[in-house]
């Protein structure tokens, strides 16, 4: 008898661990699936965020436009004499995901950490370098979202289901405290550059939790033109260059690659669609690409950034930047 009580918590003991060990290993098999996922999906991640070097600050690269693919780069005319480019070289990046998971849904928390080299360089009107306004710096950045999946019924999967991606949130981040994104809102542009019925909008109050479902992301129609609104704040002290006293810049970047991508430069100046100089409102006008040749949609994705102008313009200055990544759907009209 004395064995027997003996024996009795041994066997559960062994089966405890032989449930426990089964359960790590469901858990290891189902988290690898979501990876795989996540590695897999167009709009999620953060290729586009670098530049492969410094670019005009207007510029297209690879996209289709007008029905073809091109190469096409703006300048823009800064100060007297010369003009801006700036872009990054990403030396290292490491995602992290943090998985909590459940019978059928699983939330991954997302973080990738960004190391690299920030370029600006300023081009004089003989088109040479001006090497005391041009320089490089160091920069870190770290961008967060979480991706919500779920387990859906599947006949020709040996389980009987698999994992899908079912919604995400908008990814946000940065370097620095001194500048942030509170607002972002798209409007419809008709042909005769009225501003027209707005596409979508999204607040900093509420786009930690905001899941965007995957299946309806936000659409724009190819070759339309769209005017984007950005909203921002600046806790200073703000560097300025010019009259408006603007201490910042925003840049509306958007694309799929490095060799996909194309950056507008949104305004504060009270020019054109925006209405008041220096009111922390910038805003500017894109005409949307299309999908690719040979395609009747695509996925792409925009990285909304706010850069103070210390950071563009002082070697010293930090490196202070704020950064929205929104993806996205085009679809042939």
């Known amino acids: 008898m004395r064995n027997t009580i003996i024996l009795i918590p041994l066997s559960l003991f062994i089966v405890a661990g032989c449930v426990d060990s089964t359960s790590v290993n469901d858990q290891d098999n189902t988290e690898s699936l979501l990876l795989e996922l996540l590695d897999n999906d167009e ?7 670098d530049s492969g070097g410094e670019m005009d600050l207007d510029h297209d690269i690879g996209l289709e436009t007008e029905g073809v693919a091109r190469t096409f780069s703006d300048t823009l005319s800064f100060g007297q004499g010369y003009r801006i480019r700036f872009g990054r070289n990403l030396i290292d990046r490491e995602r992290t995901v943090e998985f909590e998971t459940g019978e059928d849904t699983a939330i ?39 991706v919500r999946f779920v387990k859906v019924d599947d006949p020709s999967d040996p389980d009987g289901y698999r994992w899908k991606i079912d919604a995400l949130t908008p990814m946000v ?13 798209f409007y419809d ?21 905001l ?25 200073g002290p703000e560097y300025t260059t010019d009259s408006t006293g603007v201490g910042e810049w925003v840049f509306l970047n958007y694309g799929r690659s490095r060799e996909q991508r194309g950056r507008r430069h949104l305004h504060d100046s009270g ?61 042939r009209p």
């Open 43 to 49: 709009a999620v991640g953060v290729d586009g965020f």
């Open 189 to 209: 542009l008709n042909d005769s550059l009225q501003v027209g019925e707005l596409l979508y909008s999204f607040s900093a109050d509420e786009l930690g939790d």
């Open 271 to 331: 020019m054109f669609f925006d209405e008041s100089m220096n009111d922390n409102t910038h805003s500017g006008a894109m005409r949307v690409h299309g999908p690719g040749p040979g395609q009747l949609r695509g996925v792409f994705r925009t990285f909304t950034e706010s850069i103070d102008l210390a950071t563009m313009f002082v070697s010293d200055g930090g490196y202070n930047t704020s950064v929205w990544s929104i993806p996205y759907r085009v679809e």
């Open 173 to 185: 981040g940065g370097a620095g405290e001194k500048v942030s994104i509170t607002g972002l809102s």
């Open 211 to 235: 899941f965007i479902d995957r299946e309806s992301l936000p659409v724009l129609t190819a070759f339309s033109r769209v005017v984007a609104y950005a909203n921002v704040d600046n806790t």
């Open 108 to 146: 991954g928390l997302v973080t990738h950490e960004i190391n690299g080299e920030f370029i600006a360089t300023a081009i004089d009107t003989n088109q040479e370098q001006i090497d005391s306004l041009s320089f490089t710096k160091e920069f870190s950045t770290m961008l967060t979202r979480k």
